[in-house]
Structure formats: structure tokens, C-alpha cells
């Protein structure tokens, strides 16, 4: 399977979901690590995108080429991975994207040509997962929180929450480095689940969790085939597939 992991990082500070006000996100950077699971390239292959000097945030003209890659990947066979990319990465590009890219095109890929890992899990106990747990479960490094600044100071607790105020700062070197490992990391986790079926993790309360997953999915083939929950009765706000799915591809006329 010829997978292109995508991940991508904002210039704003983000207090709103699709469909709020303050949505969309300008986009400052983004990342494609290439690789195929099947005949594993010696070093994926990664690309990057990102705002030019004039500016912070990236233009509509270059989301546009972001765009076109995606589209172009998939053509040649690729299927996006991603951890939680229906409710952000795709919906950020798609609503960035000036109108000769209409966004119901990024969004019909998202939902027929990309595997969004943390959906897996979702899908089936109605709560999210974050990538990091994803990580550790399956014994491998988790995400990257140790970078160096311009000026040697060091930052051990960085995140994504960090990202748009340093890249706004010009540090775009350690914001980059963080992006890469974002994109690396889940190649390493797709083959964990292509190996072993299974996604794993411990639980806030220190119990060891485990659930069964047939494959790397993409959403559309996770939406149909995955079980429901057993029992969400002890949960207040439990996500339902059916108004997520909805919420996120609600300008998809069909699925």
C-alpha cells in the first residue's frame, strides 16, 4: 500500500471548528512523507509547503499547489494517512483553497482515498485518541516535543498549540522539524496496524487498552464496516459516527 502521511500546522491561534466563526485557519506549513508499506522505500520521501517570505500564512494561489499534489498523489495510487485528519488537516486545506479548487474535492478524498488512524479507534468506542498514546502503544517513540530555537534555547514541551505563535516568531527551522516527525511517526504506526491488526494504548488511568482494527481503513471503508460501540452510557458527550461523518462531509452530496 502506497501511503502519503500529510500533516499541517496553522499562523493563528485556533478557537473555532468548521462551520464557526473565526474558521478557517490560515495555513503556515504543511508536510507529505511518502512511503510505501509493501516495498518500503529506504527513507521516506518528504515534501514540504509553506507560507512564503512576505508572510506568515500561506497564500490561496499556494494551497492551490498543495491541492494539486494531493489530487495528483491519489491519482498515482497513493491513499492519505493521517491522525485525525477529517475533522482538521482536510477541512483546513479545503476551506483555504481559493475557488477554482472547490472544496468538495479535497473533502471526497478525505473520505474515499485517506485512512484517518485515530477514526480506527473513534469509530468503534466514541471517544478520541491522541496520537501520542497511538505511539507508545504500539512500542514506538512518541511525538516530538524536544526542539532548539534560533538561538540555542532549548523548548521541551512543544506541541502544536506552539506552533503558530514560533512560526509567527520566524522560527521556522524547529516548527518544521516538529512537522516532520508528525508526518514520519504515523508511517511507523500504519505499519504497526497493517502488522498486528490492532491499535493499542494506556488508558488515563493506567489500564492497558486494546482494539481490534482489519487494516488500514480509509474513513468511508471504517464508516461502513467498523462496530459500533458496546456501551457509551458512561460517557456525556460520546462521538456518534453518523453527525460526525455528517458535520464533516456536509457538503458532499453523496457518500
Known amino acids: 500500500m502506497k501511503l502519503a502521511s500529510f500533516d499541517l500546522e496553522i499562523s ?5 471548528g468548521p462551520g464557526e466563526d473565526g474558521w478557517p485557519p490560515h495555513i503556515s506549513c504543511a508536510a507529505i512523507a511518502l512511503d510505501d508499506l509493501d516495498n518500503p522505500f529506504p527513507h521516506p520521501d518528504v515534501m514540504f509547503f509553506q507560507s512564503g517570505p512576505e508572510s ?11 491541492a494539486m499534489v494531493i489530487m495528483n498523489l ?19 486545506v479545503a476551506d483555504n ?4 479548487f472547490p472544496s468538495e474535492t479535497i473533502l471526497s478524498i478525505a473520505w474515499r482515498h485517506h485512512i484517518d488512524m485515530m477514526l480506527l479507534v473513534t469509530f468503534q468506542t466514541g471517544y478520541r485518541l491522541g496520537l501520542d498514546a497511538a505511539l507508545k502503544g504500539a512500542h514506538l517513540e512518541g511525538k516530538k516535543h524536544n526542539v532548539t530555537l534560533k538561538d540555542g534555547t532549548p523548548i521541551t514541551d512543544m506541541s502544536g498549540i506552539k506552533a503558530p505563535e514560533l512560526w509567527c516568531a520566524g522560527e521556522h527551522a524547529a516548527v518544521l522539524e516538529y512537522l516532520t516527525d508528525d508526518v514520519l511517526q504515523p508511517l511507523k504506526l500504519a505499519e504497526y496496524i497493517q502488522n498486528n491488526n490492532r491499535i493499542c494504548w494506556t488508558s488515563k488511568k493506567g489500564s492497558w487498552m486494546s482494539i481490534p482494527v482489519p487494516g488500514l481503513m480509509t474513513v468511508e471503508e ?15 458527550d460520546p462521538i456518534l459516527r453518523e453527525p460526525y461523518i455528517q458535520k464533516y462531509f456536509r457538503k458532499l452530496e453523496k457518500l
Not at 97 to 100: D, I, T
Request: with cysteine; net charge negative; charged share 20%.
Open 12 to 16: 493563528d491561534t485556533l478557537l473555532s
Open 56 to 66: 506568515d500564512s500561506m497564500t490561496a494561489s499556494e494551497v492551490d499547489s498543495l
Open 74 to 92: 491519489v491519482a498515482d495510487g497513493y491513499k492519505f494517512l493521517t491522525w485525525n485528519g477529517v475533522s482538521f488537516d482536510f477541512q483546513v
Open 97 to 100: 483553497c481559493s475557488p477554482r
Open 222 to 236: 471504517a464508516y461502513n464496516q467498523l462496530h459500533e460501540p458496546a456501551d457509551i452510557s458512561w460517557m456525556t
